[in-house]
């Protein structure tokens, strides 16, 4: 076991993973995290926590993860290059770990002209890939980037994004091989809506094997509206198909939410049956309350229970 992640024990035993997501409030309070975990508790294994998400400041990742572990849900906190360097990275890590976070997902993170500090500096002084591999080498070779040895290592365990939709299309399943070579453990996937493009990734994907070097999760975006499908249609590297926009907007007057929840449960259908594909990770922005009945209509509860090991030791 390289970590005391439930979520990498929930993988090991070829459980369908579900996991769910959150964004920090912009203030100090908790109680929005304490709310949303709640909602989540018994629907989802795990919850990602997001890291400044669009560049605008919020509640950090971490102290976001330890409210939602204190709620008794497993977190995942991410973690972006954009305002950290190696030192502060590295350090961090050692915190997350040191307050029981055991799952961290490694991002790049939106540029800050995104934002609501667009004259801020940004960092970047390593990519997603590097920040992979400097959670790695922490982890299983007990090696700070300096050479200098970590002596009680951080065991968490790794994730990483993927965008199957992005251009070049045959270049995305190359950097996915770069994250996974660099020790990506599980990945999660943009927010699906082309299922045929979706199906073509993946077969490259099991071209090369990678399915089964790392536990893939597809992304789900549930939408409340065909304005709100649109405008998720307009982020770079988002693709609708037009017959989605078209079901939306067909939708009768106050049954917009409603469609959206159907094609959320019909992707997640969908998405079980591709070969490879491992877990979904459900992104209901703004929208956590329905989840349970997104994942209950998909036919994934009751969620899988594994037995306790008990709290972790304090090194």
């Not at 709310?35 to 890291?51: F, G, K, M, S, Y």
Request: proline letters at 5%.
């Amino acid at each position: 076991m390289k970590s005391g992640s439930r979520l990498e024990r929930l993988f090991a035993a070829g459980h369908f993973v579900c996991t769910g997501e959150v964004g920090p409030p912009k203030s100090a309070s908790s109680r929005s995290i304490s709310r949303h975990a709640a909602h989540l508790r018994d629907a989802v294994d795990a919850v990602n926590l997001t890291d400044n998400q669009t560049a605008i400041v919020r509640l950090s990742s971490i102290a976001a993860g330890v409210h939602v572990l204190g709620e008794g849900v497993e977190p995942i906190i991410q973690m972006t290059c954009r305002d950290r360097n190696r030192i502060a990275l590295q350090s961090d890590l050692l915190g997350a770990y040191s307050l029981g976070l055991r799952n961290v997902l490694c991002l790049s993170g939106d540029h800050q002209a995104f934002g609501n500090h667009p004259a801020s500096r940004n960092v970047f002084d390593v990519d997603s890939i590097q920040l992979i591999k400097l959670v790695k080498d922490l982890r299983d070779e007990k090696k700070f980037q300096s050479g200098e040895a970590c002596r009680v290592e951080p065991r968490m365990y790794i994730g990483a994004a993927a965008n199957p939709f992005a251009d070049p299309f045959e270049f995305r399943v190359v950097r996915l091989a770069k994250k996974v070579a660099a020790g990506a453990d599980f990945i999660q996937t943009q927010a699906i809506f082309d299922l045929e493009r979706f199906k073509r990734w993946m077969g490259m994907v099991r071209d090369r094997g990678l399915h089964e070097q790392v536990h893939i999760m597809g992304g789900i975006v549930p939408v409340k509206s065909a304005v709100a499908l649109e405008r998720t249609g307009e982020v770079a590297g988002m693709v609708v198909p037009p017959e989605l926009f078209k079901r939306m907007q067909g939708a009768p007057k106050g049954k917009q939410q409603e469609e959206g929840i159907n094609i959320a449960v019909e992707l997640i259908e969908e998405i079980r049956q591709i070969p490879g594909v491992r877990g979904v990770h459900i992104m209901a922005i703004a929208w956590e309350e329905m989840v349970p009945e997104i994942v209950e209509r998909a036919g994934l509860l009751p969620r899988p229970q594994l037995e306790e090991t008990g709290p972790q030791a304090r090194e």
